[in-house]
């Protein structure tokens, strides 16, 4: 069965630390683009950070920066979202997902790109 199952999220005072897992069954991470998205309720999802599946480049969008961090590690077919320094407007549900494009860029991948999604975490960021 293909399957992403994330875990990691929780409830963090303000800037603390949490790294969310995201676990690949029935497909190889390897090849596929790994992108981080996020849905804070009453707004749309956006991505956070990606991987490419070409050359494991990152990509973060502005408001991480410097404080997220994308990682795999093939041999355990799982993917991290380290987040540092968090903020109450990381608050969200956390999303892993996985795309079968290889390309230098992972930023350029549609979200409609990717075949498989994770079941969601819930981060909230709070005192």
């Known amino acids: 069965q293909v399957q992403l199952v994330e875990s990691g999220g929780g409830l963090v005072q303000p800037g603390g630390s949490l790294r969310l897992s995201c676990a690949a069954s029935g497909f190889t991470l390897e090849h596929y683009a790994i992108g981080w998205f996020r849905q804070a309720p009453g707004k749309e999802r956006e991505g956070v950070a990606c991987i490419s599946a070409k050359d494991d480049s990152t990509y973060y969008a502005d408001s991480v920066k410097g404080r997220f961090t994308a990682s795999r590690d093939i041999p355990e077919n799982t993917a991290y979202l380290q987040m540092n320094s968090l903020k109450p407007e990381d608050t969200a549900v956390y999303y892993c997902?996985?795309?079968?494009?290889?390309?230098?860029?992972?930023?350029?991948?549609?979200?409609?790109?990717?075949?498989?999604w994770g079941q969601g975490t819930q981060v909230t960021v709070s005192s």
């Open positions: 997902a996985a795309a079968p494009v290889s390309t230098w860029s992972c930023a350029s991948i549609n979200q409609d790109q990717y075949d498989y």
